[in-house]
Every structure is written in C-alpha cells, then in structure tokens.
Nanobody, 126 residues
C-alpha cells in the first residue's frame, strides 16, 4: 500500500533553517509528481511546492519562493523540502502528497493529489 512518512519538523527560531523529508513506499516513486502543502491552525491547507516526477521542474507558492527548495532523490524514494529564512508565519503542519496520476503535470491544487502523509509540525518562534 502507498505510504508517505514525513519527518524533520521541529521548533526553530525565526531566520533559521529546517529540512523536511518524506519517505515514500508502495508505488513507483520516480513516476509521480510530488507536492508539499501546509496547514496552520484555523486556516485551510495551502500549497507550498511541487516537483515533477523527474525532479527537473518545480513550482513554489509566492510566500515561500526564494526561501524554500523542493528536491527529490528517486533512488531513495524521498522528497525533501529545504526551508531557509523561516518566519513565524511559516508555522504549520507540513504534509507531503502524491499526484493522482503517474507522469502528471505539476499542480498547486490539493484535489490533484490522492495520498497524503500524516504531517510534521513546524513551529517558528519570533
């Protein structure tokens, strides 16, 4: 069965960095676009970044562009989110997700993803 397991969250001070990991299993990882989303308390889940199945292309939310980098290692079945210059407004639970179809185009829309991890908490203090 498809499993996505996030790790790497924690409590950090503003301006610092974190790297989130999402280990995938149960499917051919290298064939699927992957995404990161986040949800802050009392807010809707929002798009953060997505990366193509090959890793050659990526798209970011405006709020994280220039600070976050999404990457993947298809040999390790893992997708990463490198977060630099963290701000208190980045505080949220971060989720990785798999696109519904193999070899699909990248999407900012949660509906286009069918499997989700359990989430990892990121808290940024000011």
């Amino acid at each position: 069965q498809v499993q996505l397991v996030e790790s790497g969250g924690g409590l950090v001070q503003a301006g610092n960095s974190l790297r989130l990991s999402c280990a995938a299993s149960g499917f051919t990882f290298s064939s699927y676009t992957m995404g990161w989303f986040r949800q802050a308390p009392g807010k809707a889940r929002e798009f953060v970044a997505t990366i193509s199945w090959s890793g050659g292309n990526s798209v970011y939310a405006d709020s994280v562009k220039g600070r976050f980098t999404i990457s993947r290692d298809n040999a390790k079945n893992t997708v990463y989110l490198h977060m630099n210059s963290l701000k208190p407004e980045d505080t949220a639970v971060y989720y990785c997700a798999r696109s519904k179809r193999s070899y699909s185009i990248m999407s900012r829309v949660a509906y286009d993803y069918d499997y989700w991890g359990q989430g990892t908490q990121v808290t940024v203090s000011s």
